[in-house]
């Protein structure tokens, strides 16, 4: 096996090892939560909905590409890369704007009751099911150049004009101002709910000053009310480091995409799709911790779920036979 090869199979492999347990582990204790009090808060769901993105970004793309690069599976034919390329973008997106989502609606959380700002945050968490049936659709539809464009290695290399290397794939676009006006719409799909997303990260720093300065009397009198506040300082900093991670990493995602659509080469390198799918895809294996860290109801039931297996076995020991 080509040390190139091997080195690409292990890092998928990092991501895969991490993200996929990780993402299961967020939805189980989401599910485990659901079924123990029946209702799950809005904020909470979109983190279910963000772990189910991000278990599809790593399972599809860095367990196959994993599988792929050290030639356990091979399932890159034209299909395998149409399906592939289509459900990591489709999913991949699905993400970015889930955290968007996240942190508008974290920072929505401060506004004042009686507020037009509470009344907004009132109708996202009514109509949360048909946000995201809304970004499903969006999502969607724009990943639907990845069915028309995407083929695999095995085809005739004559008709790899201003194609995209995706090393065991190829994204063909039939001109260099499709390919160029497809690269732009996915940049503006990445860069708005990132600006967006920043904006609302902003404001949820700067509410947390002063929420913090508010209520720092309060806390002393009020027991009950400092455990609140504390409670959601917690979630409205988990908000905001999982928006700086996005931004970090798919900022150099993004730069690398920029490069693609700008070099002079009709096909530009894999290793340039490698770096962008790994920084795209660390995201998505990264995020699950971020959000075991720092969510005590996820964490508290994993514990639970942990703890209760020795006892369970301590006392089918101790039992009669």
């Given at each position: 096996m080509p040390s190139e090869e091997f080195v690409r199979g292990m890092l998928y492999l990092s991501l895969t090892v991490v993200g996929v347990p990780g993402n299961i582990a967020v939805i189980l204790a989401f599910l485990l939560l659901l079924y123990q009090e029946k209702l799950l808060l809005p904020a909470d769901a979109i983190v279910l909905h963000l772990a189910c993105a991000n278990l599809l970004v790593v399972g599809v793309r860095c367990l196959l590409e994993t599988l792929a690069s050290f030639h356990l599976a091979d399932i890159f034919g034209d299909v395998g890369c149409k399906a592939v390329i289509f459900i990591y973008r489709t999913s991949r997106s699905l993400s970015i704007w889930l955290t968007f989502v996240l942190s508008a609606y974290q920072s929505l959380s401060f506004a004042p009751p009686g507020s037009r700002?509470?009344?907004?945050?009132?109708?996202?968490?009514?109509?949360?099911?048909?946000?995201?049936?809304?970004?499903?659709?969006?999502?969607?539809?724009?990943?639907?150049?990845?069915?028309?464009?995407?083929?695999?290695?095995?085809?005739?290399?004559?008709?790899?004009?201003?194609?995209?290397?995706?090393?065991?794939?190829?994204?063909?676009?039939?001109?260099?101002?499709?390919?160029?006006?497809?690269?732009?719409?996915?940049?503006?799909?990445?860069?708005?709910?990132?600006?967006?997303?920043?904006?609302?990260?902003?404001?949820?720093?700067?509410?947390?000053?002063?929420?913090?300065?508010?209520?720092?009397?309060?806390?002393?009198?009020?027991?009950?009310s400092g455990r609140s506040g504390r409670a959601e300082q917690r979630a409205a900093k988990a908000v905001v480091a999982l928006v700086t991670l996005y931004v970090v990493l798919y900022g150099v995602d993004n730069g690398l995409w920029v490069y693609t659509l700008t070099v002079?080469?009709?096909?530009?390198?894999?290793?340039?799709?490698?770096?962008?799918?790994?920084?795209?895809?660390?995201?998505?294996?990264?995020?699950?911790?971020?959000?075991?860290?720092?969510?005590r109801k996820v964490n508290g039931r994993l514990r639970c779920a942990v703890q209760e297996k020795p006892i369970q076995e301590k006392t089918t020991s101790l039992s009669p036979t």
């Open positions: 700002w509470a009344t907004i945050r009132a109708m996202v968490a009514h109509y949360l099911g048909f946000v995201f049936l809304f970004l499903w659709l969006l999502t969607t539809n724009m990943s639907v150049a990845a069915i028309l464009f995407s083929f695999s290695t095995q085809n005739d290399s004559s008709l790899i004009n201003h194609g995209i290397n995706v090393q065991f794939c190829y994204v063909h676009f039939p001109s260099k101002l499709s390919k160029q006006a497809n690269g732009a719409a996915q940049v503006t799909r990445d860069v708005v709910p990132m600006a967006l997303m920043t904006v609302a990260s902003l404001i949820i720093l700067v509410l947390l000053y002063k929420h913090s300065r508010q209520v720092k009397g309060i806390r002393n009198s009020n027991a009950g002079r080469r009709t096909m530009t390198s894999s290793l340039i799709s490698d770096l962008r799918i790994f920084f795209s895809s660390l995201y998505a294996a990264l995020s699950p911790v971020v959000i075991i860290v720092s969510n």
